[in-house]
Structures are given as C-alpha cells and as structure tokens.
C-alpha cells in the first residue's frame, strides 16, 4: 500500500522533456487578470500620454461632421458614403491608442509564459463534453480559485473606484458652477484619475494572479516518482535495448581493430591465449602504437589475420601479457615498456632484411619484462 501511495503522489517535479511537450500543446501558464491590467493599464496610459492630440483631432473631426459640404444637400445620395468617412475618420484618430493596446495584450503572455501556437490546442477535445468533467471543473478547485479571483476583482476595483470618488465627490458638486471649458477639464481629470485607480487596482490584481498561475501550471504538470523513473528509462533506453547498443558498438570496435591487424609491424603473442598488434612509423610516432589486442578467440583472429596478410609474428609471453593489460588500443604503449618493444621490433627488421638477402638471420632476443610493474589500463 505504501508503494502504491508512493507512486500515485504526484510530488516530483516536471521533467525538462514533460515541460516541453506540454509547451508543444500550447499548455502554458496564462494570465488573464494581467493580460486585462496590460490591456487597460496601456490603453489609459496612451489616452493620457495623447490627450491632447487626440482631443485636436476629435475637434477638427468634429468641426467638419457638423459642417458638411453644401453639395451634398444636393445629393443625397451621398450621405451615406460620407457618414461612412466621417466614421472612419473617427477610427483613425484612435488608432495609435488600439496599437499599444494590443502590442500590450501580446506583452502580457509572453512576461509570463511566452507566446506559443500550437495546432494540438485547436483540435476538439470531446473530453471536455463529459457531464463529469463539467460537474467537477464547476464545483473543483479551479471554479474555487475563479471564484475567488472575483471576489478579489470586485474588491480591488470597487475600493479603487470608492477612494477616486471619495477624494472628487467635491469638484464634482462645483462642476454645476464652473464655466463650461472649466468644467470640461475638471471633469476630464476626475476621469483619468479614476481611470488610472482602476489600471492601479487590475494591476494589483495581476501581481497576485500571476505567481498564482505559475504555480498551479507547474503544480499540474508535477509527475509520480514511477513516472519519472519511466521517464528516465525511456530516454536513457531500456536495459536490453542498450544491452544491445554495447554490444553492436563492441562489434565495430573489434571490426575496426581487426582492419588495423594488417598495417602492423609485428604481432607480439603468448603464443596461444594473447596477442597484440603493435604498429611504429619513424618521424610520425614518439613511441609504438598498439593497434589491436585480443585474447583466447580473439588472439587466434589477430594472428590468422595475421599470417593472412604476412605481418612478423613473434612470441614473448611476459611482454604479450604486459602489453595487453597496460595498453590501449590507439594509444602510445606505456613508457616501461620501450626497452622491450625496441628489441623486438629491431628483430623484426633484421628478420625483413635477411628475408631479401642482405644480411644474416637474426637471433630472437630473450627479452626481460616485469609483468608486476604496471597497473591494467595504464595509458601511455
């Protein structure tokens, strides 16, 4: 029961690959109450910031509506094209204020989860038709925290909007008494300040309502521990499937290592379970490379390989030996052994010498070697 309470917990957090598919699928945290404050917040800002452009451009607008051009009295015809004008006229005049209103509304995802389109989230979800589903998103946590979102709403907005008219409920009451152009500007500043209460008290809103929905994004895409451990299998790859890759990569090792057995300059042996493959070009190598290494099976390859492609075979057990536990294929041999390996490969190339008839047969050395002196692995 335990295990089973384990993994049905859902207490870890979202992997990288979860957090991707779910951005893949248009699952983002988002935000309406700070999407509206962005909104709201840019658009007063702007009718503030162009007032007074904007009111020139609404009288002179204004000015030609009420003064329209004697001919089209004579035409009647034209009236509607013209009020058709005179309305896109209007429009114009506020378009610079619907611009930042909407590179606002674009700014509010992107500060919080970033713009995303994805073509899964357009597909219908026939999920969402379930009468369970519905009755459990209406009385679950999600309608709980909307509910209280609201209530935040009302009272933000309303204290904003109280306190505004609170501080103007005055200059209103003398806006009977002033002249008109007075009176304008008096009742224009009242109305941007409360406004501006309104953007103020959205915007607090938002500041509660976007940490909240980060968390509840994450808080949704938190995994099981079984989950995440199918996860980390499931990337890594299945035991016998990387079993398997081992053992393929083993196999182009050794295929890429027998290829190397015929460029050797000797093939030094035990004579029977090891072998290995050394290979020397002067000016190229410091030192002997060990070009393969093979034992029992393996050993029996090199040197059939070997004999194959008529390269000099030699044994000497302890430097075999040695050679196979401390060298590595690719590598320079360990520095202990130079001694050793000159001697034979001196041989080898007195042996090549008297096989074209220019001098006498060499004598094999008796080489002397530690084996105990290095450790396995030991590179050069």
Same mark, same amino acid.
């Given at each position: 029961?335990?295990?089973?309470?384990?993994?049905?917990?859902?207490?870890?957090?979202?992997?990288?690959?979860?957090?991707?598919?779910?951005?893949?699928?248009?699952?983002?945290?988002?935000?309406?109450?700070?999407?509206?404050?962005?909104?709201?917040?840019?658009?007063?800002?702007?009718?503030?910031?162009?007032?007074?452009?904007?009111?020139?451009?609404?009288?002179?607008?204004?000015?030609?509506?009420?003064?329209?051009?004697?001919?089209?009295?004579?035409?009647?015809?034209? #009236? &509607?094209?013209? $009020?058709?004008?005179? /309305? *896109?006229? %209007?429009?114009? +005049?506020?378009? @610079?204020?619907?611009?930042?209103?909407?590179?606002?509304?674009?700014?509010?995802?992107?500060?919080?989860?970033?713009?995303?389109?994805?073509?899964?989230?357009?597909?219908?979800?026939?999920?969402?038709?379930?009468?369970?589903?519905?009755?459990?998103?209406?009385?679950?946590?999600?309608?709980?925290?909307?509910?209280?979102?609201?209530?935040?709403?009302?009272?933000?907005?309303?204290?904003?909007?109280?306190?505004?008219?609170?501080?103007?409920?005055?200059?209103?009451?003398?806006?009977?008494?002033?002249?008109?152009?007075?009176?304008?500007?008096?009742?224009?500043?009242?109305?941007?300040? #409360? &406004?501006?209460? $309104?953007?103020?008290? /959205? *915007?607090? %809103?938002?500041? +509660?309502?976007? @940490?909240?929905?980060?968390?509840?994004?994450?808080?949704?895409?938190?995994?099981?521990?079984?989950?995440?451990?199918?996860?980390?299998?499931?990337?890594?790859?299945?035991?016998?499937?990387?079993?398997?890759?081992?053992?393929?990569?083993?196999?182009?090792?050794?295929?890429?290592?027998?290829?190397?057995?015929?460029?050797?300059?000797?093939?030094?042996?035990?004579?029977?379970?090891?072998?290995?493959?050394?290979?020397?070009?002067?000016?190229?190598?410091?030192?002997?490379?060990?070009?393969?290494?093979?034992?029992?099976?393996?050993?029996?390859?090199?040197?059939?390989?070997?004999?194959?492609?008529?390269?000099?075979?030699?044994?000497?057990?302890?430097?075999?030996?040695?050679?196979?536990?401390?060298?590595?294929?690719?590598?320079?041999?360990?520095?202990?052994?130079?001694?050793?390996?000159?001697?034979?490969?001196?041989?080898?190339?007195?042996?090549?010498?008297?096989?074209?008839?220019?001098?006498?047969?060499?004598?094999?050395?008796?080489?002397?070697?530690?084996?105990?002196?290095?450790?396995?692995?030991?590179?050069?």
């Amino acid at each position: 029961m335990a295990e089973q309470d384990e993994s049905g917990e859902r207490t870890e957090q979202p992997s990288e690959k979860r957090l991707r598919e779910a951005r893949e699928q248009g699952n983002v945290p988002r935000s309406r109450e700070l999407a509206t404050a962005a909104v709201f917040g840019a658009g007063v800002l702007a009718l503030l910031a162009m007032s007074h452009a904007i009111a020139g451009k609404a009288l002179a607008w204004m000015k030609q509506a009420l003064s329209p051009p004697p001919d089209l009295y004579q035409q009647p015809g034209e #009236l &509607l094209g013209h $009020t058709g004008a005179l /309305l *896109l006229q %209007l429009l114009w +005049v506020f378009v @610079p204020v619907a611009v930042i209103c909407v590179l606002a509304g674009l700014a509010g995802p992107v500060l919080i989860g970033g713009l995303r389109f994805s073509a899964k989230s357009l597909q219908p979800d026939f999920k969402r038709l379930s009468p369970a589903a519905g009755l459990k998103r209406l009385y679950g946590a999600e309608s709980v925290a909307e509910l209280l979102k609201s209530l935040l709403r009302v009272a933000f907005v309303g204290t904003a909007a109280g306190i505004a008219l609170k501080l103007g409920i005055d200059p209103l009451r003398r806006l009977l008494t002033m002249p008109l152009e007075q009176a304008v500007s008096s009742g224009l500043d009242f109305t941007a300040t #409360l &406004l501006l209460a $309104t953007a103020g008290a /959205l *915007l607090l %809103l938002a500041a +509660v309502d976007a @940490p909240y929905q980060k968390w509840n994004h994450t808080r949704k895409l938190k995994m099981t521990r079984q989950e995440l451990r199918d996860e980390m299998k499931e990337s890594e790859g299945r035991p016998e499937v990387k079993g398997r890759i081992r053992q393929m990569q083993h196999q182009l090792s050794q295929r890429r290592m027998m290829e190397d057995v015929p460029s050797a300059d000797v093939i030094i042996v035990n004579p029977t379970h090891f072998a290995v493959a050394l290979k020397y070009q002067a000016g190229q190598m410091g030192a002997p490379t060990l070009v393969a290494k093979g034992v029992d099976e393996m050993a029996l390859r090199i040197r059939e390989v070997a004999q194959a492609h008529r390269v000099a075979i030699v044994s000497s057990p302890p430097l075999a030996r040695a050679l196979y536990r401390e060298g590595q294929i690719g590598r320079e041999i360990p520095v202990r052994l130079y001694s050793a390996v000159a001697q034979i490969l001196s041989y080898v190339y007195q042996l090549r010498a008297w096989r074209g008839g220019m001098a006498q047969a060499p004598a094999l050395p008796q080489v002397e070697v530690d084996e105990g002196a290095g450790s396995p692995g030991t590179p050069a």
